[in-house]
């Protein structure tokens, strides 16, 4: 394979931040990233990751920190030294140039002799399987072959660093999924290192090595797919996680690692996550997949009550059901009790996740984390 | 309702209407092409027939234009290309509005840039800019001759300065008349340029610059050849402007000499001479230059890009 990404020991965020008007959009991201690595950005709209990929590029300046590879700076130079490539959200192809001359834009502006830029470009074109659409401008292509062509322009300079901003986000379903081992694909043979902007947790998870969830510019939690999907720093990581249950309860008891709480008419025992005492208030998240259905109302954390509605997703049903006490619950199940028939649903200890209410401030809830936060 | 469609035209009549007029209107006839036709009175009566009429005219040459320049009814026709005084002209309104156009839309270019972002004033700026839409030609050459006449303004601050000994000429002549087309002509090619700008997606420009290209060689290589259709659209559209200068180049020009327009001659004619006939002729190849021009920039045009200029492509 000809296309290799250029390698370098280690890519660190420190402290990087960036203000609009007094308004931080981006806090204190820190973060050491190894070549090679597929790390995702993740969080809802607004929460920054936007911002910190354009601050990476260098098409926003920083306000705070400083970036360095190998410990040089590069936030100091300008995005078109810094050798990175990026992938827009809405492709941002040359509408004017065809597919071989918007691969070859790059090359061609670092004065790449013409015939290693040609048999670079049908490379990359191979790479992403559009060899036979060379010829074709943008606008001939559908959404899909944009985004190949987009990824293709970026990835055939052999940068650095692949920064891609929601890359997926303007195509269907179907396609996405397909784009999404493609872009895996090329991430694992050309050993490309990766920081990737979504906001669908299930983008993130399926293709990251490490995720970095932030929220109102603040990072929430770092860590692997399996730490964050697992044991979310609180309860915000567990809400974009897929803890679809997330219920406002008082605590009861503490133990060392559990919790018993009440509210809604349930009392459940919970695992605690940060510190929570007994009188305050705390929000527990379950995951509809933890829930199960069953029909006697024995044992702890069983909660009895009604379904009222069902959804067939395919292989299995996503149910509500409503409690005695009028608690809606996200229950994911293989049958589909009728609409209206009483069932129990019950949930393991260690599958009730309780947090503290509150954030605390900003990101401060990383510290008592079970699993260790991330490498950095 | 009918199954036969082969042959609408000719068995139309034995059908019934209501048959008729849904295949008539399967071919965008219908009633409310009616609607049309105010419009349709508008142009036949304000510009096809005068129009033709003015042909006519340039062939209806006065008995002592014919004694004196032969060619029959071709008399007008004869004359112009004739006689230095009229035919060169042509060369006089070219000479200012070729160059006034290209000034207005090389100068919009770098203004429409910088005003495309955000910054304190902007408002302000785009206003001063295009102010000068609201102000007349006659309303600008008055201006111009008191600002810059040789007893205007200008000279005599630099007079008192003592930074010139001679007033400047700048009015009555070519430069007079090159200010006024600039003044009257720069908003609409600045407003033009800005809207074509604008319409390119700003992406595109971000995606240049990481790929590794300078400002440079994003804006030869991405923005201009997106900008370009528009470019000589707007220059079309300033050119035809100041081709047809006319109150400028009796007001702030040279009217006898170095700023005879066609305009001014074709006014001439008809006002001074009483030559309707010659009058109509200089007006047709005035038109006929301006068409020559528009077709050599549309040609050009046709070889640019025109499609979206959006991210997406």
Redesign the interface.
């Known amino acids: 394979m000809g296309i290799t990404a250029t390698k370098f020991g280690a890519l660190e965020l420190v402290n990087v931040g960036r203000s609009f008007g007094g308004q931080a959009a981006l806090a204190d991201l820190s973060l050491t990233i190894e070549a090679g690595e597929f790390i995702a950005l993740l969080g809802p709209s607004g929460c920054g990751k936007s911002t910190a990929l354009n601050c990476l590029a260098g098409l926003l300046p920083l306000t705070h920190g400083q970036v360095l590879i190998d410990g040089k700076r590069v936030d100091v130079l300008p995005a078109e030294k810094r050798d990175f490539g990026m992938v827009f959200q809405n492709y941002a192809l040359f509408p004017h140039l065809s597919v071989h001359k918007n691969v070859a834009f790059g090359l061609q502006m670092r004065g790449v002799p013409r015939d290693e830029v040609n048999k670079r470009v049908t490379e990359a074109l191979m790479l992403v399987k559009l060899d036979a659409h060379a010829k074709k401008l943008p606008g001939q292509l559908s959404g899909g072959q944009q985004q190949r062509v987009a990824i293709a322009r970026a990835i055939v300079l052999e940068p650095r660093l692949v920064l891609m901003d929601e890359p997926l986000s303007n195509l269907d379903a179907k396609l996405r999924i397909e784009m999404r081992s493609e872009i895996r694909r090329l991430h694992q043979t050309l050993g490309l290192t990766t920081i990737y902007v979504t906001h669908d947790q299930e983008e993130a998870l399926s293709l990251a090595d490490r995720l970095v969830v932030l929220r109102d510019g603040h990072v929430q939690q770092i860590g692997t797919p399996q730490e964050l999907h697992d044991s979310p720093a609180n309860w915000h990581v567990a809400d974009f996680m897929g803890y679809r249950n997330l219920l406002d309860v008082a605590v009861d008891v503490v133990n060392d690692t559990t919790a018993t709480v009440s509210g809604g008419g349930m009392s459940l025992v919970g695992t605690r996550v940060g510190s929570v005492a007994p009188g305050e208030s705390a929000r527990v998240a379950i995951r509809p997949h933890d829930l199960i259905v069953g029909t006697s109302a024995t044992g702890p954390n069983a909660i009895s009550g009604t379904v009222i509605a069902s959804e067939y997703q395919g292989r299995e049903f996503a149910l509500e059901v409503e409690t005695d006490h009028g608690q809606r619950l996200h229950v994911t199940a293989e049958t589909a009790p009728a609409a209206g028939s009483a069932v129990t649903v019950t949930v393991a200890p260690e599958r009730v996740l309780v947090y503290p209410e509150s954030l605390t401030g900003h990101g401060a809830a990383l510290a008592p984390l079970p699993v260790g936060a991330g490498a950095s | 309702m009918s199954a036969t469609l082969e042959k609408p035209a000719d068995t139309a009549a034995k059908r019934s209407t209501a048959s008729l007029s849904h295949r008539l209107a399967e071919r965008g006839i219908d009633a409310r092409l009616w609607m049309l036709l105010p419009a349709l009175v508008f142009i036949v009566a304000l510009f096809i027939y005068p129009f033709a009429y003015g042909i006519g005219l340039t062939v209806q040459p006065l008995d002592r234009t014919v004694d004196a320049w032969g060619g029959g009814i071709f008399a007008n026709y004869v004359q112009f290309f004739n006689d230095p005084f009229i035919f060169d002209s042509i060369w006089l309104t070219m000479r200012l509005a070729l160059p006034a156009a290209l000034f207005n839309v090389l100068v919009s270019i770098p203004l429409a840039f910088k005003l495309r972002g955000k910054f304190r004033g902007k408002r302000l700026m785009s206003t001063l800019l295009v102010l000068p839409i609201t102000l007349g030609t006659v309303l600008t050459a008055q201006g111009l001759l008191i600002f810059a006449g040789r007893q205007g303004w200008l000279n005599r601050f630099l007079l008192d300065m003592n930074l010139i000994d001679q007033p400047l000429q700048l009015v009555n002549n070519y430069l007079g008349v090159m200010f006024s087309l600039i003044i009257s002509g720069f908003p609409f090619a600045f407003l033009l340029v800005s809207s074509y700008l604008s319409g390119i997606?700003p992406?595109?420009e971000?995606?240049?610059?990481?790929?590794?290209?300078?400002w440079r060689?994003r804006f030869i290589?991405?923005t201009l050849?997106?900008l370009a259709p528009g470019l000589a659209t707007t220059f079309i559209l300033t050119f035809v402007l100041a081709f047809s200068v006319f109150p400028s180049a009796r007001l702030v020009g040279d009217p006898g000499g170095s700023t005879r327009v066609m305009a001014l001659m074709a006014y001439r004619a008809f006002g001074e001479q009483q030559n309707y006939s010659m009058a109509s002729t200089i007006a047709i190849v005035m038109g006929v230059v301006e068409l020559l021009v528009i077709a050599i920039v549309l040609l050009g045009r046709s070889f640019l890009?025109k499609?979206?200029?959006?991210?997406?492509?």
């Open positions: 997606d992406s595109l971000a995606a240049a610059k990481t790929l590794g290209a300078n060689q290589r991405v050849p997106l890009y499609g979206s200029t959006g991210g997406k492509g």
